[in-house]
């Protein structure tokens, strides 16, 4: 067994690690080396933990035989997944973190001793509140990642599900945990405990539901603060450094990229967590409406003599090309358009896709180079000075309501201003708005012609007629 102050040294290095692995994660090209880091520090806080363990023969092999079961199924899911499921595969990731530190937490409670945490109905305040908390944390985690998980498969409806009085009862709620912590506290009832678990379960429903598709990328990078503060507040309990380093590391860094892509979105924090911003906006007359407007159409042959014309093009990738896995014949493409010295850039919306990063890592995967990825504020202003703007599949970030109409519920959010080129080829399946149910106004713009196909299957016919 190792001794105290060694282990303290090792988990001090696996954060270390952990931090310059968020460190490399902030850049595409030093991504690779960040996942590195936190690969090895995560290694040394295993290998660690292990030798920590006191009674090491009795304990080591259900520890393994569940870690060899977690990490096979963990694999099998990794390798399996597409990208285009990998919003909703952090999703559930983040649900069985919340869970873990559920029972975690419950385990502490039923058994104190285990943990040098007293006894059962004598257990330490200090460590009879961070469980209480990590366990309600985790709970509002587990439920509500559940929701944003089948909100994201499309099992649920992705838009806002609301009543009157919705907020009021998630504020009520939240107080009756507090309430409900202070007096487990005082009579460590276990009847109390299990009220906490339940009640917080209750709120990770309500607080997920009435957020709406557009909010998704968001709702990601929240409930993965959540999952973090849930295993900080655990890990006071078990009294492990690494696991409060950890915690503390993903709970402030998912906070931080919460902010960043509200401030990205023109909205507050509270704004998402209150607004039902994302539903579906279209009545029976809008569609009238929408079935009366020109639309120009074209073909493949079409947008091939548009680009092959052009000086610049300015490629928007959305999840359209996700699901079609069109991201590496649209590299294809590119190299071809380059061949004639034309320019070629990719724009970038902060919650393009379903989570944040989503586009920037198929883009990665197609080897585009990253010098030619750029953020919204970096390039939208060149849109006005471009020949050709190619739209495949991002929808809700490129609509111009969100500049015009007061009423819409993505007013406000800034967008891509795709309008401005000289022409605009817009790939997409059919006239269906986007993820936030908002009809998009670029389709029927002068300078639109839309290119109603499969992604891939397009861009690879606009490949054969670039030659």
Sequence with gaps: MISANLSATFYLISGILFILALRG???????????????????????????????????????????????AIGAFIAFKIPMTAMPELVAGFHSLV???????????FLNPSAFNLGSIGNIKIASL????????????????????FLKLRGIMSGAPITFKGQHFLNLFLGIAILILIYSLCRSQSSNLFWTVIVISFLVGVLLIIPIGGADMPVVISMLNSYSGWAAAGIGFTL??????ITGALVGSSGAIL????????????FNVILGGFGGDSLNAKDNKQKDKKPVKSGNAEDAAFLMKNASSVIIVPGYGM???????????????????????????HPVAGRMPGHMNVLLAEANVPYDEVFELEDINNDFANSDVAFVIGANDVTNPVAKTDPQSPIFGMPVLDVEKCKSVLFVKRSLSPGYAGVDNE??????????????????????????
């Design 25 to 71: 994660l902030s850049s595409p090209e030093t991504s690779r080396q960040g996942n590195f880091f936190g690969i090895v520090g995560m290694f040394i806080a295993v290998i660690v933990t292990f030798l920590s363990i006191g009674n090491f023969s009795n304990a080591f092999i259900y520890v393994l035989l569940f870690l060899i079961i977690g990490g």
């Design 98 to 108: 919340g869970l873990a530190a559920v029972f975690v937490a419950i385990s502490a």
């Design 129 to 148: 509140i961070e469980m209480s908390i990590g366990a309600a944390v985790g709970a509002i985690t587990f439920s509500g990642s559940i929701i944003a």
């Design 239 to 244: 009294e492990n450094t690494a696991l409060i």
């Design 258 to 269: 919460s902010y960043i892509m509200c401030k990205s979105m023109n909205r507050s924090f």
């Design 322 to 348: 996700a699901v079609a896995q069109a991201q590496h014949a649209l590299r294809e493409m590119v190299d071809k358009l380059k061949k004639n010295d034309i320019k070629v850039s990719y724009a970038i």
């Design 442 to 467: 670029l389709f029927y713009k002068d300078n639109t012609l839309m290119l109603f196909a499969d992604a891939k299957k397009m861009t690879e016919d606009i490949v054969k007629n670039l030659d």
